[in-house]
């Protein structure tokens, strides 16, 4: 099992960055891909970026492509998520999550999840 832990969050101004990292215990990424979710009040939680399951091939929500930025240290331990570019809209609860399926984009598909980090986006 591993165990998730984000950690970046903040409030930031319209076209600020953050980044935010994931951090593991247990296991690591080695043995699971990595995603982020998001969710906002009132709405569903939402796939924002994830690692193929060999973990060369990233993938990216259209809203958020060209401006996040999904990565991972080499050992695994601990994961990324680049933010640029920021607009109000992005403002959400933003989860890591791991999954051993090849399955990126439903929430379902994976099994660990961090307790969230909230991100808040002035305009």
């Known amino acids: 099992q591993v165990q998730l832990v984000e950690s970046g969050g903040g409030l930031v101004q319209a076209g600020g960055s953050l980044r935010l990292s994931c951090a593991t215990s247990?296991?690591?990424?080695?043995?699971?891909?990595m995603g982020w979710f998001r969710q906002s009040p009132g709405k569903e939680r939402e796939f924002v970026a994830a690692?193929?399951?060999?973990?060369?091939?990233?993938y990216y929500a259209d809203s958020v492509k060209d401006r996040f930025t999904i990565s991972r240290d080499n050992a695994g331990n601990t994961g990324y998520l680049q933010m640029n570019s920021l607009h109000p809209e992005d403002t959400a609860v933003y989860y890591c999550?791991?999954?051993?399926?090849?399955?990126?984009?439903?929430?379902?598909?994976?099994?660990?999840w961090g307790q969230g980090t909230q991100v808040t986006v002035s305009s």
């Open positions: 999550a791991a999954r051993t399926s090849y399955r990126r984009y439903d929430a379902l598909n994976y099994a660990y």
């Open positions: 247990g296991r690591t990424f080695s043995y699971y891909a």
């Open positions: 690692f193929s399951w060999s973990g060369s091939s990233t």
